[in-house]
């Protein structure tokens, strides 16, 4: 084989070549020794990569002018076997072609730096030599500027370049990989092959960066790089995760980039498969896929497999629903979940997290038309488990004291502290109540029970007195002194109500 050595003439005339003496006699010893070692060391034929040096974590002029002085003293070496490469233009010459990296990292030392340089096996990542020079402060500042070269070519990892799905790293599974980096506006692209599925298994991806940046994940399907199949951001802190099933064989395609074009930084990778069963009625993403949720039916069992896992139900309208009639979708389970609920065009109608029995999801959507309505159910924070749903078309019972929906309609309540059992029926209900004040003094006015209530005061006039929200727990309260005369009270609800959800009001003279 050919053997051959590419180097760079040092222009001596360049300001930042020009390093204080104490300086240069650090990086000359520095050049020197690794030159006289990495023979000793390199037995066969191959090529060695002189790479850069970072400091804090950025590739610097120093680096360049150490990858010069030593290829020099290299190249002066007759018989020396493998091929040298300077520097670390990925474009040009990847890491991962070269059999062996020269690289280092520079740390400031009290009121010098620490120079460490390592040269790695690539092909198995271990170190086969390492390194440490002290290098005085005076004079090393200008070469402490980023390397024209490493800003032309990016963050530095052994991936590199795979800045787009064409120049994909194709990594094998399970992968598990720190050090990676991002550059200002980089993105690495990884591609892993997903075999075929066997009987009722399907192939569940996983993957999640690690460390301080804040990094962003892009899923693509073997047949489309241009569309993401799925995305995350902030998984926990400034690091993404994606899990979901995979349905279809071949090379998946993996994008890691920053959240801010301008941050660069390193993070870490984890990428793995894992064959699953998934729970009943799977797969049910999307409105094509929803499952049937008969109305009436005995409730069916169903389970969140995974983080990203949305449930999908249909529930079809024969008929419109009357006045007083609602539709009723809940769920039973011990998970916290959400639910939404939109019509066949995909228009939002509405959502919720707790309503429910047991905080589960309940949603009550009145004045439905004839048609198809969609359900969707996911666990709230990535929650998974299993869970039961059902749907009715029902009539709620209100309470004694409707219709009581404005202050024309108020109903009465006494000022000794009775209390009386209410709840917001139908949809959209609040509650108007009059007393009356026949002797000037402090008043309680108060809501009891587990819902979430609020509370508005208004005298005989309309003119809004006090309101409240947290009295106690979720209850409203309102204590004052009260003059003679008329007063009313509006009660409503801060979130979604269904019909079982009762509360107490009462108005009790203190004094």
């Known amino acids: 084989m050919k053997r051959y050595i590419l180097f760079l003439v040092m222009i001596s005339s360049t300001a930042v070549m020009l390093p204080a003496e104490s300086v240069m006699n650090g990086l000359f010893e520095a050049a020197?020794?690794?030159?006289?070692?990495?023979?000793?060391?390199?037995?066969?034929?191959?090529?060695?990569?002189?790479?850069?040096?970072?400091?804090?974590?950025?590739?610097?002029?120093?680096?360049?002018?150490?990858?010069?002085?030593?290829?020099?003293?290299?190249?002066?070496?007759?018989?020396?076997p493998p091929q040298v490469v300077k520097n670390y233009t990925m474009l040009q010459y990847p890491p991962a072609q070269a059999s062996w990296v020269l690289s280092g990292t520079l740390y400031e030392a009290g009121a010098g730096y620490l120079l460490l340089l390592q040269l790695t096996d690539?092909?198995?990542?271990?170190?086969?030599?390492?390194?440490?020079?002290?290098?005085?402060s005076e004079g090393i500042e200008p070469l402490l500027k980023p390397s024209a070269l490493?800003?032309?070519?990016?963050?530095?990892?052994?991936?590199?370049?795979?800045?787009?799905?064409?120049?994909?790293?194709?990594?094998?599974?399970?992968?598990?990989?720190?050090?990676?980096?991002?550059?200002?506006?980089?993105?690495?692209?990884?591609?892993?092959?997903?075999?075929?599925?066997?009987?009722?298994?399907?192939?569940?991806?996983?993957?999640?960066?690690?460390?301080?940046?804040?990094?962003?994940?892009?899923?693509?399907?073997?047949?489309?790089?241009?569309?993401?199949?799925?995305?995350?951001?902030?998984?926990?802190?400034?690091?993404?995760?994606?899990?979901?099933?995979?349905?279809?064989?071949?090379?998946?395609?993996?994008?890691?980039?920053?959240?801010?074009?301008?941050?660069?930084?390193?993070?870490?990778?984890?990428?793995?498969?894992?064959e699953e069963v998934l729970g009943p009625g799977e797969p049910d993403e999307g409105q094509d896929l929803a499952a049937p949720l008969n109305i009436g039916s005995t409730p069916l069992e169903k389970r969140i497999d995974y983080s990203d896992d949305r449930d999908w139900f249909r529930v079809d309208l024969l008929r419109p629903l009357g006045m007083e009639e609602v539709l009723r979708v809940e769920t039973l389970s011990n998970l916290d979940l959400v639910m939404e609920m939109t019509d066949e065009y995909g228009n939002y109608i509405m959502?919720?997290?707790?309503?429910?029995?047991?905080?589960?999801?309940?949603?009550?959507?009145?004045?439905?038309?004839?048609?198809?309505?969609?359900?969707?159910?996911?666990?709230?924070?990535?929650?998974?488990?299993?869970?039961?749903?059902?749907?009715?078309?029902?009539?709620?019972v209100k309470d004694e004291f409707e219709d009581?929906?404005?202050?024309?309609?108020?109903?009465?309540?006494?000022?000794?502290?009775e209390s009386q059992r209410r709840n917001f029926t139908p949809m959209g209900d609040?509650?108007?109540?009059?007393?009356?004040?026949?002797?000037?003094g402090r008043y309680l006015i108060k809501t009891e029970g587990e819902l979430d209530t609020y509370m508005e005061l208004y005298d005989g006039n309309g003119n809004l007195v006090e309101e409240n929200d947290d009295g106690e727990d979720y209850n409203a309260m309102i204590e004052r002194e009260l003059t003679v005369g008329e007063y009313y009270i509006k009660v409503y609800p801060y979130s979604s109500v269904g019909p079982d959800d009762i509360y107490e009001l009462s108005v009790e003279q203190l004094r």
Request: net charge negative; charged share 20%.
């Open 32 to 80: 020197d020794q690794v030159s006289s070692d990495i023979p000793v060391v390199l037995h066969r034929d191959g090529d060695l990569l002189l790479g850069g040096l970072t400091f804090n974590q950025t590739q610097v002029q120093l680096g360049d002018l150490l990858v010069d002085l030593t290829a020099n003293r290299l190249a002066g070496r007759s018989g020396f």
């Open 122 to 136: 690539n092909a198995s990542g271990s170190q086969l030599k390492g390194w440490e020079f002290a290098l005085g």
């Open 150 to 274: 490493a800003a032309g070519a990016g963050s530095w990892d052994r991936f590199e370049p795979n800045n787009s799905s064409i120049e994909a790293a194709v990594i094998e599974l399970p992968f598990n990989e720190t050090g990676l980096t991002l550059g200002e506006g980089d993105e690495d692209w990884f591609a892993f092959d997903v075999p075929q599925n066997s009987g009722e298994k399907v192939m569940m991806l996983n993957a999640a960066t690690g460390g301080i940046m804040d990094t962003y994940l892009e899923l693509y399907s073997p047949d489309d790089q241009g569309f993401t199949v799925a995305e995350n951001d902030d998984f926990d802190g400034g690091n993404a995760a994606l899990q979901l099933p995979l349905n279809v064989s071949g090379m998946w395609y993996l994008k890691v980039r920053s959240f801010s074009s301008d941050e660069n930084g390193e993070y870490s990778l984890m990428v793995s498969l894992s």
């Open 351 to 396: 959502d919720d997290d707790d309503s429910g029995h047991n905080n589960n999801p309940m949603i009550i959507a009145s004045g439905l038309e004839t048609g198809s309505y969609y359900i969707t159910v996911y666990g709230y924070s990535g929650e998974i488990g299993s869970y039961e749903i059902m749907a009715n078309v029902m009539v709620p």
């Open 404 to 417: 009581d929906n404005s202050m024309i309609s108020a109903s009465r309540i006494g000022t000794l502290g």
């Open 430 to 440: 609040e509650d108007w109540v009059r007393f009356d004040v026949q002797k000037e």
